[in-house]
Nanobody, 124 residues
Framework: QVQLVESGGGSVQAGDSLRLSCVASGRSISNHAVAWFRQAPGKEREFVGR????????AYADSVKGRFTISRDNAKNRVYLQMNSLKPEDTAVYYC?????????????????WGQGTQVTVSS
């Protein structure tokens, strides 16, 4: 079983940056793909981006492409979401998720392991 815990959220101004971390416990996630999703108030959870188990492949939602970057440190069992040029519409609870497949998908139902989420609030 994989337990995931996100951290690094907070309240920032538009244009600022934040780096979220997702640390795994219970077992290594070096052979798991990891994704980030987010959910804004009153909206459905949406895909943000994902990274393959090796870190060699990434994919992003169009809304964050060029602003957000996912990376991982398998030795530390951590995955990061670097968020630059933040916008008010990025305000949401951000979740990391893991799957024992090499790259996963954009569908949240394909990810069996989830963290509890961390709040990101961007004000204009």
């Amino acid at each position: 079983q994989v337990q995931l815990v996100e951290s690094g959220g907070g309240s920032v101004q538009a244009g600022d940056s934040l780096r979220l971390s997702c640390v795994a416990s219970g077992r290594s996630i070096s052979n798991h793909a990891v994704a980030w999703f987010r959910q804004a108030p009153g909206k459905e959870r949406e895909f943000v981006g994902r990274i393959s188990w090796s870190g060699g492949s990434t994919a992003y939602a169009d809304s964050v492409k060029g602003r957000f970057t996912i990376s991982r440190d398998n030795a530390k069992n951590r995955v990061y979401l670097q968020m630059n040029s933040l916008k008010p519409e990025d305000t949401a609870v951000y979740y990391c998720a893991a799957t024992p497949y090499s790259f996963g998908s954009m569908r949240d139902k394909d990810w069996p392991y989830w963290g509890q989420g961390t709040q990101v609030t961007v004000s204009s």
